[in-house]
């Protein structure tokens, strides 16, 4: 099954995603990827419920994340966490402050 209509991006495909939303209002598009695992790269990484939401949790530096989307505007990561008001959700943090690991 070819990668378009398995709806995964490859590589080189996921750093040529662009358009969407500015990613500012509540209404979004995320991509699925092939999950991936990233690593923190700044002092502290906020986790949100939306991309630029209220904040789920934070991730401190080196701090080793699957991720298994991403927002149209390639600005976002979304991951499955532990919601810490009580079961899971999907949460979003900002591409920019990760490396692929």
């Not at 979004?28 to 502290?44: G, L």
């Not at 600005?75 to 966490?81: F, G, P, V």
Request: hydrophobic fraction near 30%.
């Amino acid at each position: 099954m070819s990668e378009l209509n398995n709806n995964k991006l490859s590589d080189e495909a996921l750093e040529q995603v662009t358009g969407g939303n500015d990613g500012m209002s509540e209404h979004f598009s995320v991509r699925e990827i092939n999950p991936r695992w990233v690593k923190v790269t700044s002092s502290s990484l906020n986790c949100r419920y939306a991309p630029n939401g209220p904040i789920a949790k934070v991730y401190e530096k080196g701090h080793k994340l699957k991720v298994d989307g991403i927002t149209t505007d390639g600005l976002w990561y979304r991951l499955w966490i532990y919601n810490p008001q009580g079961g899971e959700c999907y949460g979003y943090i900002y591409k920019e402050y990760t490396e692929r690991i």
